[in-house]
């Protein structure tokens, strides 16, 4: 087998190993979900995440095309992946639709997993954990280390807590 081909199995491999089964969040109202992540980060961490400008389309935009990652996942058992940034999808190289089907765990490294799932358990105590670091791997396996990210709950309008989410911008590629 050649090189080329190598590499085209390997990505495959990868993305398959991503994609562990389909959830649909093509229907999902992004406008609304920016807002609750908004609201909650405020809420839980005591500050604004951007300077809201009163138009939730316009907090998207500045959300969804800012230079920091910004990402979510659902309240499930084992949360998938339900919202990132164009700078999030960048990062880990994956489609909207790839992304979006991704369980959130399979975005760190196997050995590194547990850790990330204390963490996760202790921003649900807490509301929110700040300076969180790991290690990350991309859908092309480029792994990276992320510093001082912040985690917090989601909540919707009504006070129901619909998942995690996380910011950071801190990023180095090893």
């Excluded at 991309?138 to 992320?146: A, T, W």
Aim: positive net charge; hydrophobic residues 40%; contains cysteine.
């Amino acid at each position: 087998m050649c090189k080329i081909q190598i590499e085209v199995q390997k990505k495959s491999m990868l993305v398959y190993y991503f994609k562990q089964y389909i959830v649909s969040f093509a229907n999902m109202d992004k406008l609304l979900h920016v807002k609750h992540l908004l609201d909650s980060y405020e809420s839980f961490v005591k500050q604004d995440l951007i300077e809201r400008s009163g138009d939730m389309k316009i907090d998207f935009e500045i959300i969804n095309n800012s230079s920091f990652i910004v990402v979510s996942h659902n309240g499930a058992i084992d949360p998938v992946l339900n919202f990132g940034n164009k700078s999030a999808l960048n990062l880990w190289e994956l489609s909207w639709e790839d992304f979006t089907s991704t369980p959130s765990r399979k975005t760190a490294e196997l050995d590194l997993r547990e850790k990330r799932q204390e963490m996760l358990l202790i921003a649900e105590k807490n509301g929110f954990f700040d300076d969180y670091e790991g290690i990350r791997v991309s859908s092309s396996g480029k792994r990276f280390k992320i510093k001082q990210a912040v985690i917090w709950n989601v909540v919707n309008g009504k006070g129901d807590k619909i998942g995690q989410a996380a910011t950071f911008s801190n990023i180095k590629f090893l």
